[in-house]
């Protein structure tokens, strides 16, 4: 088991990531962050807080995408998790989604889904902790806070001081 | 989960929780934002109906429709069933045709319970009703309806106090809430006149009396039930209105419940026989929040049983 990144490192990526989406978007007015339960969303409270810092506070929701997957049949139910979509809806807004670890892009096939069936924003933007490669989707990010190659028996944790008492990240060797 | 809901019996108080926190998710996301939700498509939901049936079939068909199932409704009138198919030819058919669950209603007791044992199928089976036994999905959708009333019983129905008044005998959805409700951690009073109290209820987890106004001021939840005229051969009371009279929700029993409590009622309801109109349409009264709860909670429980992983059935000749 290695740490790929401490408490520090993911303080400075996602503030990093701050930057960037107040750079890319030419400031926030248009902005909307949607974090994926459920670290994806502890990292878009942490991004919006860094964006109130810099420049002005966003609307941030969450997006369970668990109805969407296109692996339910291969697994058994999984309980949902929050959707709270900001009152200002995504009609014409630039979605920032946020998540923790980037992997076979399906994840994000399904968020972009859900986000279809709400309304149509004007753009639809890919913040992550890691990306670890091994895409089985034409999908890529737009923020990414370290790139980690990994093979693909191994897996990525992501630990959250709120929810698991600590900030880090690790890679754990496969069985 | 277990493959089928046939009865109560089929869920621990965990699973039951974790179908009203599923339909709790559901309301938020599908009352909101979503609509409809890609969750089970390509799956087909069978509404098989042998008995008569407003609420259960339509809430059902659109529980599975909103998750983009595709529904077949069967209903006896209309059907080979008329011409005497039996329930097993009828249900090999709904095989064939590649039916992944079935959502039967049936005038006999026990009739899920054979469909799911069977063999003849290997779609999930859901009782949605089955003679004088149980009608699982109607107490699912009374607890969430009960829970998003009284935020404090979130996790337990811990000192929850809930009254069942009327056709206890014949009533699927008495026998299904008792089940559940005392599995949750509520108290439960039975309140009918002796005759239709039925047999054996001193091994139920309740409490039992005959004088409905003794109990109305100690309760949070009374649910009133429908005096099933139909299935009803001999005489159970003297005549309607001395039923009404005795056991009866009229306007100043209503006035003497505490200023918290509610009043349920599956429906169909008798106006005028176990309830007033005045209180079936008093403030106190939720009976149509049970109906839109209904949706909620069978989808909850169609993403339970179908959302998950394909379980392979067997299925015998």
Redesign the interface.
Same mark, same amino acid.
């Given at each position: 088991m290695a740490i790929v990144l401490d408490a520090g490192e993911i303080g400075r990526a996602l503030k990093r990531i701050a930057h960037e989406i107040i750079e890319h978007n030419h400031g926030l007015d248009n902005v909307v962050l949607l974090g994926i339960p459920t670290r994806g969303a502890f990292l878009g409270e942490r991004i919006a807080q860094f964006l109130k810092e810099i420049q002005s506070p966003v609307p941030v929701g969450t997006l369970?995408i668990t109805?969407?997957r296109d692996d /339910?049949?291969?697994?058994?139910?999984?309980? /949902?998790?929050?959707? /709270?979509?900001p009152s200002g809806g995504i009609e014409g807004k630039d979605i920032v989604l946020v998540d923790d670890v980037f992997f076979s892009g399906r994840t994000i096939r399904a968020a972009l889904?859900?986000i279809g069936?709400?309304?149509r924003p004007a753009t639809v933007q890919l913040a992550v902790l890691v990306d670890r490669g091994h895409r089985q989707l034409p999908i890529r990010a737009d923020y990414v806070g370290k790139n980690i190659p990994t093979s693909s028996s191994e897996s990525v944790k992501v630990s959250l001081d709120e929810i698991d008492g600590k900030d880090c990240v690790e890679i754990v060797a496969g069985a | 989960m277990n493959k089928h809901l046939l009865s109560i019996n089929d869920l621990s108080a965990e699973e039951a929780f974790e179908i009203l926190n599923t339909a709790s998710e559901l309301a938020k996301i599908s009352d909101g934002p979503m609509k409809k939700l890609p969750t089970l498509r390509g799956r087909t939901v069978v509404n098989l109906f042998f008995e008569d049936s407003t609420r259960t079939r339509i809430s059902f068909e659109s529980a599975a429709k909103r998750l983009s199932a595709d529904v077949i409704n069967f209903s006896a009138k209309g059907s080979s069933v008329s011409k005497g198919e039996s329930l097993k030819d009828t249900a090999q058919t709904l095989q064939a045709m590649g039916a992944d669950a079935v959502v039967i209603r049936h005038g006999a007791s026990g009739a899920a319970q054979r469909l799911a044992d069977s063999g003849w199928i290997s779609a999930s089976v859901i009782n949605a009703g089955d003679g004088t036994h149980e009608h699982p999905t109607q107490a699912l959708l009374d607890a969430y309806t009960i829970r998003s009333k009284f935020p404090q019983f979130n996790q337990s129905f811990d000192g929850l106090r809930v009254a069942i008044v009327g056709d206890i005998l014949h009533s699927r959805v008495a026998r299904s809430n008792v089940l559940l409700l005392t599995k949750l951690g509520a108290s439960v009073t039975l309140v009918a006149p002796p005759t239709l109290i039925p047999v054996g209820v001193a091994d139920w987890k309740v409490k039992v009396s005959y004088d409905l106004d003794s109990v109305l001021k100690e309760v949070d939840v009374l649910m009133m039930l429908r005096v099933q005229s139909e299935r009803m051969a001999n005489s159970f009371f003297p005549s309607e209105r001395e039923y009404s009279r005795g056991y009866g929700l009229d306007i100043t029993r209503l006035n003497s419940l505490s200023k918290n409590a509610i009043v349920m009622h599956p429906g169909p309801m008798n106006r005028g026989l176990e309830i007033s109109a005045e209180s079936a349409d008093s403030h106190k009264s939720v009976v149509l929040d049970q109906v839109s709860n209904g949706v909620l909670v069978r989808m909850a429980v169609l993403y339970q049983l179908l959302g998950g992983a394909t379980l392979t059935g067997e299925v015998s000749a």
């Open positions: 369970d109805l969407h /339910l049949r291969m697994r058994p139910p999984r309980p /949902l998790l929050p959707t /709270l979509i889904d859900a069936e709400i309304g | -």
